[in-house]
């Protein structure tokens, strides 16, 4: 009996926040309208200023994190597998550029004077407070499974599994995942609406898949004068036969036979 642990951990990192401390990320990005006559054909004096401030920094962070176990016992003529597998789906979405609102002006002298004609930014509706709106982003995927290779003879095995899988439902750790819905009736979109908080979707929790696999090999009997098969040659074959599923809840049906000189 032998029993295989495996943990794994993958995954990459950014944000321009902490390693730019020099950056005035908290001070509003100002633009200026353009200048001048752009319509005129004589006069070409028409420009448009840089604006001020640093441009917005970003924060990303995704991970993956799976752990399995099998366990393998022979039993005669009988190899048994079972065993699991979780793999744990991290995502931030942390828009820390839309934080900071930003302003518009129509001239240098009303940039001059503070008086700006358009504000935009990303705000909380419940307080008017500039937010990024952070969502951390989880995923978890669970699957276990069993298998048995049983050797019918010599020059033949036959696989029988069975494996179920849990795609697991996005959601965010702070409970404020923003989810489109279309309304019920004749016309979906007039009732269209957004909830917040909750999962992305209802997870499926019956995909099992079967699965069934022959495998044959037979020494050549096939002879070396016709020139197509050496004397000590062997002819194998395998058909599979199997079901498998997916996040998005369809189902996969795969039969196929391949045979190889």
């Known amino acids: 009996m032998l ?18 401390p020099q950056a005035p990320f908290g001070l509003p ?12 054909q004589v006069n070409k004096s028409a420009a448009t200023p840089q604006f001020f401030g640093a441009n917005g920094p970003s924060n990303l962070n995704q991970w993956t994190y799976s752990f399995n176990d099998v ?8 190899s048994i597998k079972a065993g699991g597998e979780i793999t744990r789906l991290y995502y931030l979405n942390n828009p820390v ?9 129509h ?17 909380a509706s419940a307080t008017g407070i500039p937010f990024a709106d952070r969502q951390d982003g989880r995923e978890n995927l669970w699957s276990l499974f069993v298998q048995d290779d049983f050797k019918l003879r010599p020059n033949l095995t ?20 923003d989810v489109m819905r279309f309304g019920s009736g004749a016309d979906p979109l007039a009732g269209l609406n957004i909830r917040v908080g909750g999962n992305l979707y209802d997870p499926q929790k019956s995909n099992f898949g079967p699965v069934v696999n022959k495998t044959n090999i037979n020494p050549s ?10 004397p000590d040659g062997t002819i194998s074959s395998n058909a599979d036969f199997g079901v498998a599923g997916s996040a998005l809840g369809s189902r996969t049906i795969q039969l196929q036979a391949r045979f190889s000189f």
């Open 29 to 40: 990005q100002d633009s200026i309208d353009t200048i001048g006559n752009t319509s005129s």
């Open 97 to 105: 550029y839309a934080a900071r609102p930003s302003f518009t002006f």
């Open 158 to 177: 036959v696989n029988l599994g069975l494996r179920w899988s849990y795609f697991g439902a996005f959601y965010a750790k702070q409970n404020n995942l």
């Open 221 to 230: 009997s096939i002879d070396a004068s016709l020139g197509s098969v050496a």
């Open 71 to 78: 366990l393998t016992k022979i039993v005669g003529r009988h």
């Open 107 to 123: 001239n240098l002298w009303d940039f001059a004077n503070d008086a700006p004609y358009k504000e935009t930014g990303q705000f």
């Open 3 to 20: 029993n295989q642990a495996r943990a794994n951990a993958a995954g990459w990192r950014w944000n321009e926040v902490a390693s730019n």
